[in-house]
């Protein structure tokens, strides 16, 4: 186990002696933030929380006196601002500096504002339909885990 962490230290501090990332570099985090702007991420996401939680609501009616709270706790610790630098890594590291451009430019257009405006509600459904499907089939899960732990 020691030998693991000395490794895995040893490992951790090779990749940040390293240096920045290409996806870190300062023209390619500018156009994720450009894109970020573009797609007003910071609305989008906090709307994306308010129907998430009002899904939780929906689907939990004994969490509604705890709402407030729940609704506290998000804005504290799973604010935009605390989200911000992540989402700019996460798009810095899955796009070029040029795509970063071209998706910023695509969500300017009418139908790329759409699309921002969609989405937020297309995932909140979306995510209904899974968990209405796993609780469709609780008893078929229930009946596969106790299975599998009668075997071991």
């Excluded at 609305?43 to 006196?65: C, F, T, V």
């Excluded at 998706?103 to 509600?121: M, Q």
Aim: charged share 25%.
């Amino acid at each position: 186990m020691k030998t693991f962490i000395a490794a895995a230290v040893l490992a951790v501090g090779i990749l940040t002696a390293a240096g920045p990332t290409a996806a870190q570099s300062p023209g390619r985090l500018a156009a994720a933030e450009d894109l970020l702007v573009a797609m007003n991420a910071e609305r989008m996401y906090e709307r994306s929380l308010d129907q998430m939680l009002s899904a939780q609501l929906e689907a939990n009616p004994d969490l509604a006196p705890f709402a407030p709270v729940m609704k506290q706790f998000f804005r504290d610790f799973v604010s935009w601002e605390a989200v911000r630098p992540e989402h700019l890594r996460v798009h810095a590291e899955r796009f070029s500096e040029a795509e970063l451009r071209e998706l910023a430019t695509f969500y300017r257009t009418p139908l790329g504002r759409r699309v921002i405006e969609e989405s937020p509600a297309i995932a909140t459904e979306l995510g209904m339909v899974g968990q209405r499907l796993v609780e469709a089939n609780q008893p078929e899960l229930f009946r596969r885990l106790t299975a599998a732990m009668t075997t071991k």
